[in-house]
């Protein structure tokens, strides 16, 4: 949401009146009118980019195919976050609307089990608050159908901390004037503590995760350094 919002302020990036079409993912039989109605007019307009945010994109199968049948020349941005943390504020996420009634170690501690007993086909395309954060299956996906140029992978952290610089990047890669950004607000972020034990989970959720991490920078070409 915060990328989303950021990539908003550029006076030369036109997103659609709704957030998270879902087009590829979830709304293909309404056609590809219906898709193109949710942006603005670009005619007689001067060099203009046209995109939209939607997170469902990146783990359902097939999705890859169809972007790439429809607009073989898109360019697209993904942000990952450190899978531990993605696994912990997608948990909270899930409680606070009422759709996780396991506690934080339960939901946790079953998904490392499955991480620990299972073959590699029965975990990859599946997504959770630990499996989704398996970013090396999906990503493999996307890369079979666009060449790597095609494709920029922003660190989350980096994006947090480094807000300016990392907007930066993506306006290279959208070969658009540089712009300067207000510090991203924090969208849909919500607050929770971590306690001993929690933290505990953490660490050993990192290292169980540690060998699909390094499987990811393989496939990325540079290392987030993500412990």
């Not at 912990?88 to 939901?107: D, I, K, N, P, V």
Request: net charge neutral.
């Amino acid at each position: 949401s915060s990328m989303h919002v950021a990539l908003g302020e550029h006076p030369q990036v036109w997103l659609p009146y709704k957030k998270e079409l879902n087009f590829f993912s979830l709304h293909r039989d309404r056609g590809l009118a219906w898709y193109l109605s949710h942006f603005p007019s670009q005619r007689g307009l001067p060099h203009v980019v046209a995109g939209e945010s939607s997170p469902t994109y990146f783990h359902k199968q097939d999705v890859e195919h169809h972007v790439h049948e429809t607009f073989p020349d898109v360019r697209l941005i993904l942000m990952l976050r450190h899978p531990a943390d993605r696994a912990f504020s997608r948990y909270h996420h899930y409680l606070r609307h009422g759709s996780e009634t396991r506690t934080l170690m339960q939901a946790i501690g079953q998904e490392i089990q499955l991480l620990e007993s299972r073959c590699e086909h029965e975990i990859r395309d599946r997504n959770g608050h630990v499996l989704g954060g398996l970013y090396c299956y999906p990503l493999r996906r996307w890369l079979s159908r666009f060449p790597r140029e095609q494709l920029l992978v922003v660190n989350f952290d980096d994006f947090v901390h480094r807000s300016q610089a990392t907007m930066n990047t993506v306006w290279d890669f959208l070969e658009l004037p540089q712009h300067r950004c207000e510090e991203p607000p924090h969208v849909n972020q919500g607050q929770y503590e971590i306690h001993h034990e929690q933290r505990q989970l953490r660490q050993k959720l990192c290292s169980v995760l540690r060998p699909y991490n390094e499987r990811l920078y393989e496939l990325l070409g540079y290392d987030f350094g993500w412990d």
